[in-house]
């Protein structure tokens, strides 16, 4: 299927992929103003950052409740929340303020992105089109296209409520046109079956070290940039930029790429080459450098992720797919908070120059979690939808 057919299916799914992708965009490129605001180190601040993720995987469990009461108005109400408390981080400026803010924002951008990526599901099911890639990749797009805003806004000096501001302006008109119907799948079976935890963690692992990896570039890269590379504030928001530029352009053409070479070996080669970039932009000497390296990165790794997800969904019966998903999305996407902690201990102890080169060295624990979960398709028949 086209790129453009793909889009105008799943058209308002995609605007929340879009509008999430913008708000994290701008949140990773205002990332050393609201440091400064809060006055933490990179130690306290990266733990703070792991408040998200109690925010995030509550959302994420509680979701399918949620999306049962809401229905078709839960995603533009997901997408309505999520663009108030955004607003947020720009006004508090203490850590313990910062901290309660990310645990709401967490739950609020966790619940959105669980009912955007059902909405696609439904949609996949509904047309027999596989859609999830061109979706992932609007958030891709939207990331950077904040990101490049929000340096430019940084360079004149926009503080960052009005920067988030704005966002939630976009989100809101965007959130028109969100709603549609949810079609419920019912096991014919009327039994509740237990799902296949093989293929659950081997794909939950290597989704997790895949957002990991992409974590610590969007929180840290204009940090590593601006101080370690003497950068200055739009150079900085180049660093995420070009992680979102690069990732658009690797999520649009993945369906492409995994329609001509098997999955596992998509993945094999695109974990190498993350984990080159990583490197690159770890030793760069300039800020030219370093974008080089962050390019690279985000070629790699934007497809490690959802190939992660779509091949758990092909090794587990249909009817429990979705919940089999859901798992592998829990674990990866407590990636995202994590890794900004652990970075924020790296940098404080030796500094963001081996922070990134030990992210290098986490992705290639991608490729033997890639090699065990073919011995597991080897070993077991294939699931038939």
Request: glycine share 10%; charged share 10%; aromatic share 8%.
């Given at each position: ?122 949609l ?15 958030f ?21 409520v ?47 070290i ?8 969007e ?5 590593h ?77 934007s ?33 995202f ?18 922070a ?30």
């Open positions: 299927m086209s790129l453009p057919n793909a889009l105008l299916l799943s058209r308002k799914p995609a605007r929340a992929f879009f509008a999430l992708g913008g708000f994290w965009g701008c949140f990773a490129a205002q990332v050393p103003v609201l440091k400064a605001q809060i006055g933490a180190g990179d130690a306290v601040f990266g733990t703070l950052l792991l408040c998200t993720a109690l925010g995030l995987v509550s959302a994420m469990w509680l979701a399918p409740r949620i999306d049962r009461s809401l229905g078709r108005i839960g995603l533009p109400c997901a997408a309505i929340l999520t663009a108030i408390l955004f607003l947020i981080p720009g006004l508090v400026s203490s850590p313990l303020a910062f901290g309660m803010t990310m645990v709401a924002i967490g739950a609020a951008s966790g619940l959105m992105d669980v009912l955007m990526n059902a909405r696609v599901s439904d996949e099911a509904h047309h027999s089109k596989s859609l999830m890639n061109a979706n992932h990749g609007m891709s797009l939207g990331y950077m296209c904040a990101a490049l805003a929000t340096g430019v806004a940084r360079e004149y000096g926009v503080p960052p009005l920067v988030f501001g704005c966002a939630g302006l976009v989100t809101l008109v965007l959130a028109v046109d969100m709603a549609m119907p949810v079609h419920r799948t019912k096991d014919g079976t009327g039994q509740r079956q237990a799902y296949p935890m093989s293929p659950v963690l081997i794909c939950g692992v290597i989704v997790l895949a957002f990991m990896a992409e974590a610590t570039v929180a840290w890269s204009a940090l940039i601006e101080r370690t590379l003497d950068g200055g504030a739009a150079e900085g928001a180049l660093g995420p930029a070009m992680l979102g530029l690069t990732m658009t352009i690797g999520r649009f053409s993945g369906q492409v790429i995994t329609e001509k070479f098997s999955e596992l070996r998509v993945v094999v080669f695109a974990t190498l080459l993350s984990s080159v970039g990583t490197f690159i932009a770890a030793t760069a000497p300039t800020p030219m450098v370093s974008y080089v390296g962050f390019g690279i990165m985000g070629l790699g790794v497809v490690i992720g959802p190939i992660g997800l779509a091949l758990v969904g092909q090794q587990v019966r249909a009817e429990i797919r979705t919940e089999a998903i859901s798992k592998v999305a829990v674990i990866g996407f407590s990636g908070f994590i890794a900004p902690m652990v970075m924020g201990f790296l940098s404080e102890w030796f500094g963001l120059r081996v990134f080169a030990c992210v290098s060295v986490l992705l290639l624990l991608v490729v033997p979690a890639a090699f065990a979960l073919r011995r597991s398709m080897t070993k077991d028949a294939p699931v038939q939808p």
